[in-house]
């Protein structure tokens, strides 16, 4: 009776008028109380019973006031919600449908109602998108409500890690439609090259082959032919099936699972570089000196034949005189090991030239027809992929010099090398430990590779791992720039059509240009949408890999089990490392590292722990843990050192 007396709410009114107040973000934490965080970095303490009326994510106005001799923030007027579109789990409470956002610091359930999809068809502990309708501290609303429009997954599905990553970014999660009758590429002038003995060099599984190779031996060195498939001869520019490979962008990669960009006909089939089958290609033959230097390449359209489909570890194994497996024959031979000559002439060019990338193994999962992960292998980069990354990153390196200088606009990847706002911070760090550069060489590519080159021959990877916070992002660009990251001037992919739209458009840009026709370039709009869907299809990829590792994790929790973590992250709340032994990203909570929390001290801007007040740890070192906890839930992996500072 008292909550509707209007003359009480005009006291509260008032009284709240005399109050400061103060604009922020809500912060929950896992125990029900939360803070808002002002853009000017304050904190303001919201009690449990506060936090009911909020979400993490919130944007609010809040009422600052004293309760209990204790100052604390009443959140009263809602900016911007932390919801909108969102992937939740479903909870029946005395039969009426409620939710509760997937976020580990979400708990709460939310009112709902279906709209598109039945309630009956719903039980406790299936996942759903959600949107939010009415939100508490909106005029005239006491409560959440929110509305169910989709199933994404029964709490039985097998694969619920998939079709929720993929369901909470809006992406699809099966092929594109096949439009079925595909009509034969239109005749244009094409080079016979079928007699030329290209190989292709993947995986035993591949099935989207998109790139072959061949070698012919030079006076001066080799030429290397690339031969890359051409999904543009089916495909126009603006039809349907191009329409959906843009919105699309990428192949989208998940862990034992993929999500092609083209129709799997198109891709797998009628485009792939299968064994003994004649296939149009766009195809490069690039100089390269015995030295490792590269001349101009030239580009042409042609139709190839694979001579042979070989598999990366049983051409490893063939070069490294190991295991049982031979070529065919000694045409396929001779390339191997031309292509294996070529490939170390080009390493040994870019260790000087340019920039090499440091060995770091892939972990791939093995998962079986019912999501489980049956084990974690370590994939290391042998001497078969460094053949096929050496010629693809020389086609990239070849195709951005021609359409910077033909064309003058492309899909081109570019990388700034150090971050200009924090160019003098690095600077700075590097010369505190022995490292000295000017700021004019930092931003030169010739002077950011010296520094790469510096840093590779440091004892540990400690200074190296602090740089990389203060590198600036790779990008995106229509138009030519260096890409310091890589060492080299330009680079623009084309190598993976099957894949990437952005390698497409690239095709479509050089084929322009062998024709001699009018060329139109990607515009701003396009770079900006493949730069969004790389990043979200990276993360998409980390998200999925995150909750099979606690899948798999989890029986390990308070064994003896000891892993290797590298250490990739200091801040005050803890370290994260990366186990060497499968890849997982866990995370060491300060409490765990000793008993005596006073005497430490975590630095993240020096990526260091220190132990009354002298270096105990820091990026990059090594530290063995045993798991702690793993809370599926939250998809993370909480472990503790096996020695703890004493």
Not at 197 to 225: K, N, Y
Not at 604 to 631: H, I, M, S, W
């Amino acid at each position: 009776m008292f909550q509707d007396n209007p003359l009480l709410q005009q006291l509260k009114a008032q009284i709240r008028e005399t109050l400061p107040t103060v604009e922020g973000q809500i912060k929950a934490t896992e125990r029900g109380f939360g803070f808002l965080e002002t853009d000017k970095g304050d904190s303001h303490f919201i009690p449990p019973a506060y936090m009911k009326r909020v979400v993490h994510g919130d944007r609010v106005s809040a009422v600052l006031r004293t309760e209990k001799e204790k100052a604390v923030a009443e959140p009263d007027a809602l900016l911007e919600p932390g919801l909108g579109r969102f992937i939740a789990r479903v909870k029946f409470i005395r039969e009426r449908l409620n939710v509760i956002p997937d976020h580990p610091l979400m708990k709460e359930p939310l009112r709902a109602r279906c709209k598109g999809v039945k309630g009956s068809e719903l039980s406790n502990g299936d996942y759903v998108v959600a949107h939010l309708l009415k939100h508490p501290l909106q005029e005239g609303e006491q409560h959440f409500l929110v509305e169910v429009t989709q199933l994404v997954a029964a709490n039985d599905d097998p694969h619920i890690p998939w079709w929720v990553i993929l369901a909470k970014h809006d992406l699809a999660k099966a092929e594109p439609a096949d439009p079925q009758g595909w009509q034969a590429p239109a005749e244009v002038e094409r080079r016979d090259l079928t007699q030329m003995p290209f190989v292709t060099i993947d995986a035993e599984s591949t099935r989207d082959m998109d790139d072959a190779l061949c070698v012919e031996q030079t006076e001066h060195g080799w030429d290397l032919w690339v031969a890359i498939a051409d999904p543009t001869a089916y495909v126009s520019a603006g039809d349907e099936v191009d329409q959906e490979a843009r919105k699309r962008a990428f192949t989208q990669y998940l862990p034992g699972f993929n999500v092609p960009m083209l129709p799997r006909q198109l891709a797998d089939e009628l485009c792939s570089l299968h064994e003994g089958e004649i296939r149009p290609a766009l195809v490069a033959r690039i100089p390269v000196a015995a030295d490792g230097a590269a001349g101009e390449a030239q580009f042409c359209l042609a139709n190839i034949r694979s001579h042979a489909k070989l598999a990366y570890d049983k051409v490893s194994d063939y070069l490294e005189q190991q295991g049982a497996w031979r070529p065919k024959d000694a045409l396929i031979d001779g390339q191997i090991q031309a292509l294996h000559r070529l490939a170390l002439a080009r390493i040994a060019w870019r260790e000087q030239h340019a920039l090499v990338f440091p060995d770091r193994p892939d972990f791939r999962f093995e998962v079986d027809d019912a999501g489980n992960v049956l084990a974690i292998h370590v994939d290391h980069r042998r001497i078969a992929n460094r053949i096929v990354e050496e010629s693809m990153i020389l086609a990239n390196a070849s195709a951005a010099q021609l359409l910077a200088e033909r064309a003058g606009q492309g899909v081109f990847n570019v990388h700034a090398g150090l971050d200009s706002e924090r160019l003098e911070g690095a600077r700075e760090m590097l010369a505190e430990n022995g490292v000295t550069f000017t700021s004019d060489q930092l931003q030169t590519l010739e002077g950011y590779c010296q520094l790469r080159r510096a840093l590779d021959a440091q004892p540990d990877g400690y200074l190296d791992a602090r740089l990389r916070r203060m590198q600036a992002f790779s990008e995106m660009a229509a138009t030519p720039g260096p890409h310091f990251g890589m060492g080299l001037q330009g680079y623009a992919t084309w190598t993976s059509p099957i894949r990437k739209y952005g390698d497409m458009v690239n095709h479509r840009l050089l084929k322009a240009i062998i024709g001699g026709e009018a060329i139109e370039g990607p515009d701003a709009e396009l770079i900006d949408h493949l730069a969004a869907m790389r990043k979200l299809h990276r993360l998409c990829e980390r998200d999925v890999g995150d909750w099979l590792y606690a899948r798999f994790m989890a029986p390990l929790a308070g064994t003896p089990q000891r892993f290797t973590g590298e250490i990739i992250d200091i801040n005050r709340g803890g370290v994260r490392l990366r186990l060497k032994e499968n890849g997982a990203v866990v995370f060491m909570p300060a409490p765990f590292i000793t008993d005596h929390k006073p005497r430490l001290t975590l630095s993240a801007e020096k990526g260091q722990a220190l132990f009354d007040d002298q270096p105990a740890f820091r990026l990059a070192q090594e530290l063995e843990v045993t798991v702690n906890e793993v809370r599926v839930a939250s998809r993370s992996i909480v472990v503790q050192p096996v020695i703890k500072l004493d």
